[in-house]
């Protein structure tokens, strides 16, 4: 049981590494319209990021 967290906490830690990794090199236009549209406050964190970018 203890290994088998211990391996989907890899394995989560993986995944946001590539997500990242993936993010960089495409962009938002990388990220599917219906994965954008899940993201909770999806507006206002790409406000956020258009405002640092901007200074």
């Known amino acids: 049981m203890i290994n088998d ?3 989907l ?3 989560m830690m993986l995944l946001r590494r590539h997500g ?3 993010g960089a090199l495409y962009g938002e236009a ?3 319209q219906a994965w954008r549209d899940g ?3 999806y507006e206002r964190i790409g406000k956020m990021a258009d405002q ?3 200074r």
């Open 30 to 32: 990388g990220i599917p």
């Open 5 to 7: 967290q211990i391996a």
């Open 9 to 11: 906490g890899a394995a």
């Open 20 to 22: 990242q990794l993936v």
């Open 39 to 41: 993201i909770v406050g």
């Open 52 to 54: 640092l970018l901007t």
